[in-house]
């Protein structure tokens, strides 16, 4: 097993465990994630696998320790991997020196600008070698059921990674994602500084464009989105756009749910609110 094990908590009966591993993706650097292990996930009963991708300024830990995910997790039999929202240590000038661009900021794509390719290629941190690592694993993981979500920027990640990778993951939710980022001031900065074609190139890291894109297919995408979120204010996430872009292509309406909630903001207090209820949303899926 190539993880090293940094931590471990009981949690509803199931075990979260903390991994740290060096990645190739991420250009040698190390990463850690989380994972947590349902109660009777066994080698002879694997449980089925979501994946949960964070938000700007965040790691592998806010959604561990503030989503309430566990409680309705173990009880539907299902694990969740946690990992980083971007690289850690690259050392690139100007890395951190805003909070909405390179540390904490990914933005869950292959940054193709130099110096920055070297190291930020979350898209394919995410799909390709996390899966490949936890199948190397003793884990009692089913990678072949799997799902994810995601908040904000990993709401962005979680939408882009179901669409680009249709069929490999069975549903997909977020909460406040930015659902159209090549129209908003976050996806300008991010496909600006990491890709050559800027905006442009942006398309293919776009919800919204690749919804358009797929025609008539059966998708099934749930979003949850705050009123009182000063970013949903700030024109930042855009959830109509997805529903627009839905209808455009003639997607039936039930497949692709956008819920504006009355009063709630852009905190995991709103998360943890909804959290469950996307848990067993994903459980359907998932047993299917």
Request: with cysteine; net charge negative.
């Amino acid at each position: 097993m190539s993880f090293s094990e940094q931590s471990q908590n009981k949690v509803f009966d199931g075990v979260l465990t903390k991994y740290a591993f060096t990645s190739s993706a991420l250009g040698g650097l190390e990463t850690k994630i989380n994972v947590f292990i349902p109660p009777k996930a066994s080698a002879s009963a694997k449980a089925p696998v979501l994946y949960y991708l964070a938000g700007l300024t965040c790691t592998e830990d806010n959604g561990a320790q503030k989503g309430a995910f566990f409680e309705a997790a173990a009880q539907e039999g299902i694990a969740i991997v946690f990992p980083d929202t971007s690289p850690r240590g690259a050392n690139i000038n100007g890395e951190n020196e805003s909070w909405d661009f390179g540390t904490g900021a990914g933005f869950y794509l292959n940054a193709t600008k130099s110096p920055w390719n070297k190291y930020y290629n979350m898209y394919d941190f995410v799909t390709k070698e996390l899966p490949d690592k936890l199948k190397a694993s003793d884990l009692p993981l089913d990678l072949e059921k799997a799902s994810i979500f995601g908040h904000s920027m990993g709401g962005h990640g979680a939408l882009v990674l179901y669409l680009r990778e249709f069929g490999t993951y069975r549903s997909v939710s977020a909460f406040s994602p930015i659902c159209h980022p090549v129209a908003c001031p976050w996806g300008e900065k991010a496909f600006n500084g990491y890709l050559e074609g800027g905006v442009e190139a942006g398309k293919e890291y776009d919800a919204v464009e690749l919804l358009s894109k797929l025609g008539k297919t059966n998708v099934d995408i749930l979003v949850d989105c705050g009123l009182a979120d000063n970013f949903y204010k700030q024109k930042q996430l855009l959830p109509e756009t997805l529903s627009e872009a839905a209808k455009k292509a003639g997607i039936d309406a039930n497949r692709v749910q956008v819920n504006l909630r009355d009063g709630y903001d852009h905190s995991y207090f709103f998360i943890s609110t909804f959290g469950a209820e996307h848990i067993r949303w994903h459980a359907k899926f998932l047993r299917a």
